[in-house]
């Protein structure tokens, strides 16, 4: 499974993003998917993650009600809504798949994208 994420950028505090990340397998309603950040000089945070059919979401409390993960699966992408963007969510981005598990542990994902690169501006 490839992973190819995309739509970082620079943007001021309080602004939008949105993410996006492409599989390239046939198989990818067949994952659950996750998005995690890591900041320099810090271990890789676990952001958001979502069921292989959508039904369940989980997040890390600072992003809730901030961060919406969304995934479309005849496009085999999922998605990261960020509004209200805060400086502290600098970091670079990378999204992951895993067939069994849906949780915040990045050791249990089995696929990693390359990362995209957020930096939100005070």
């Known amino acids: 499974v490839q992973l190819q994420a995309s739509g970082g950028g620079l943007v001021q505090a309080g602004g939008s993003l949105r993410l996006s990340c492409a599989a390239s397998?046939?198989?990818?309603?067949?994952?659950?998917m996750g998005w995690f950040r890591q900041a320099p000089g810090k271990e890789r945070d676990f952001v958001a993650a979502?069921?292989?059919?959508?039904?369940?979401?989980v997040y890390t409390d600072s992003v809730k009600g901030r961060f919406t993960i969304s995934r479309d699966n005849a496009e085999n992408t999922v998605y990261l809504q960020m509004n209200s963007l805060k400086p502290e969510d600098t970091a670079v981005y990378y999204c992951?798949?895993?067939?069994?598990?849906?949780?915040?542990?990045?050791?249990?994902?089995?696929?990693w994208g390359q990362g995209t690169k957020v930096t939100v501006s005070s």
């Open positions: 397998t046939r198989t990818f309603s067949s994952y659950t």
């Open positions: 992951a798949a895993s067939l069994y598990y849906t949780g915040s542990i990045p050791s249990m994902f089995n696929y």
């Open positions: 979502i069921t292989w059919s959508g039904d369940r979401t």
